[in-house]
Every structure is written in C-alpha cells, then in structure tokens.
C-alpha cells in the first residue's frame, strides 16, 4: 500500500537526516581521536567490571578461557603429575576406559591414557600386534600403572609365524599364556604395576569357544601373582554360568548387552566400583616405593586453587592390512582388512 505523505512533513523528514549526517561527520570531522577516545572508555569500563586478572570475552573466548589448561608451576617446584594409568585392551576397555577416567578424573596428579580397539585380540598379530604397539605406548608415555582388559576376541587359532595353533588344546593354552606374559613383561619391564581385568562369562554359541581364555587369564594371573579382577564373582550367576541381569544396587537389571558379549553402563559401573580397590591399592604401593611423586599439601592446594588438568589420551591403534580371513568365531571379530 503507497501512502502519500503531505509536503510539509517530507520537508521536516528530509531537513532530519540532513542535519543528523551533519553531526555524524562534524564528530569524525571535528577530532580524529574522539570517536576512539570514546570507544576506548567504553572497552575500559566493561573491562573494569570483571574480576582482577579477567577481561570479559565473546562467546569463543570464554569457552576457551574456561577451557582445563595447565597449572603454572612455580619455579623449582616439581610438575602436578605424580602418576600415569595406561588402559589397554579391546572393545570392552573402550567402554571401561572412558567411565574410570569419568569417576577418577578429580584425581589430582593422575593421567590417563587409553589405548582401546574393537575387534582385536592376542591371536591374531598379524592384524594387529598388539606388543609392538605397546612397547611404543609404553615408550612414548611411560606409565606408571598398566590396566589391562582384552579377550572379548579370543577363543580363536592363534597365528603363530606362518602356521596356527589351533584352539581347543594344551598348546593353545601355553601359546595364549605366552602371549599374555608378552604384554605383561613389556609393562613390567618399563618400571609399571599391572591389573588384569579378567573376561567375564560369555553367552550364546561363544561360550565354549572363549571359555579356554577364561581360564588361561584365571590361572596365569593367579600362578605368576598378577593383580587380577575376577570379573565372574560379580557379572555371572553359579558356577561362573553367563546371566544376562543381575543385581545393581539392590535393582535387577541388564549387565549385559544383547550380543552376549559386551556389558551394559551398569555392568560397567559394576566393573569399576570392584577395579577401584585395586587401583587404589597399587596407588599406595605406587607411593609407598616413590615418596617423592605423592603431593605435598602446598601442591594440592595449589592445584585445588586453579583449574584442574582432566587428561585423557585416546591412543587409536591402527591394524595393520592383511589378506588373511579371520576366522568367524565371535560377534566383533575383526573383518578381512579391504
């Protein structure tokens, strides 16, 4: 709709804006610097209403102020980190991992690294080899606690050289055995404690076939005096026997997934709450050997003070190519490499 203004009111419109533009450029005209002055004052004053130390930033830049970033150490005092826990294992420490980090993280002086891939195992290092990775986790971060948790694909010929050991026998046995001692050498040998999650029981068809790593990883810990987690006095019903429910805080509810295999976020929150005794006594060995790594009272109030340091290193381990088929003998097992 066109509305037809009288002559006498455009007149007044036009002679406003003349005058306002007029003013505009007498202000920019008159003094270079008042316009800056100006603004300059206004940055001042908002700045002068945050707290000592803290200037008042946009969206991004609060984000990455509030950001965990290290703790400025004072000279000649020794760094906060006082103690590294390298979590390794397959698809079932991808799912522990991240949850003991979630529950320890106000730890002041621990790291964590995690170091999980689904569908690998101990049988076959020809996908993937997991001792050369983990020498090189191991070197490259030098942990003062190793948590293992693999086996979920186990329960399979082991690729030995050129040939296989095939399951279901005593040289399966010794030969996984080796294996375990392999990975457990490599941390011991780098000066760091070890615990060993134990595979719970498996359901379905996979029962029997990983039932054998159940017991190599039973009976290796307990004869060589590794810290093991026996995963079946808690997750399994009698006699060791796979249940799908079971007990969490006085609810009955789903431990396990559907697949027989992986646990639930209860079934791993009941994984955890039976690890952190364990992890909390090779703490206090930890300390009791290196006095000097525990933090003094002035350290920790220090670092309560200023924002604390959540470090939590996903180290993806990359299977090597293959051409070699795997053998279908569990859900996960990892697909012939294209």
């Known amino acids: 709709m066109h509305v037809a203004l ?10 406003g804006a003349v005058i306002c533009a007029g003013a505009v450029l007498m202000q920019i005209a008159t003094g270079p610097h008042s316009y ?22 946009g969206a991004a830049g609060a984000l990455a102020q509030n ?9 000649g005092e020794t760094p906060p980190l006082r103690c590294r826990i390298l979590m390794l294992g397959d698809s079932l420490m991808e799912d522990l991992g991240p949850m003991t980090y979630r529950f320890m993280r106000h730890r002041k002086g621990l790291e964590f690294i995690i170091s999980a891939k689904y569908s690998t195992g101990l049988c076959r290092p020809d996908y993937f080899n997991w001792p050369e990775h983990m020498r090189s986790v191991v070197h490259r971060y030098a942990p003062d ?19 296989t050991v095939p399951t279901g026998g005593e040289l399966w046995r010794a030969t996984y055995a080796s294996k375990m001692e392999e990975m457990i ?70 431990l396990r997934t559907k697949d027989m295999t992986h646990l639930t976020k209860q ?63 569990q859900p996960g097992a990892a697909p012939t490499p294209q």
Not at 6 to 15: A, E, F, H, V
Not at 289 to 296: T, Y
Not at 306 to 317: D, K, L, N, Q, S
């Open 267 to 329: 079934g791993n929150m009941k994984v955890f709450e039976h690890l952190l005794p364990l992890v909390e006594q090779r703490l206090a060995a930890f300390y009791a050997q290196h006095p000097e790594r525990r933090l003094s009272a002035e350290e920790a109030a220090r670092i309560r003070q200023a924002p604390a340091v959540y470090t939590c290193r996903y180290v993806a381990p990359r299977p090597k190519k293959t051409t070699a088929a795997l053998p279908a003998t």
């Open 145 to 163: 606690l190793v948590i293992f948790f693999i086996g979920a694909n186990g329960g399979m010929p082991i690729r030995q050289g050129k040939g």
């Open 67 to 75: 950001a965990p970033r290290a703790t400025a150490a004072v000279p």
């Open 185 to 254: 050498s490599i941390a011991r040998g780098a000066g760091a404690g070890v615990i060993w999650v134990e595979l719970p029981a498996v359901g379905g068809r996979y029962n029997k076939v990983l039932h054998d790593t159940q017991v190599v990883q039973r009976s290796y810990c307990e004869s060589r005096g590794i810290i093991s987690l026996r995963t079946d006095d808690f997750l399994s019903g009698a006699w060791g026997r796979f249940e799908p429910y079971g007990d969490y805080h006085g609810r009955y509810v789903r």
């Open 6 to 15: 009288p002559k006498r009111t455009m007149s007044l419109i036009s002679c």
């Open 36 to 57: 800056a002055a100006q603004r300059g004052s206004e940055a001042t004053a908002i700045a002068s209403n945050a707290h000592p130390g803290e200037t008042r930033l």
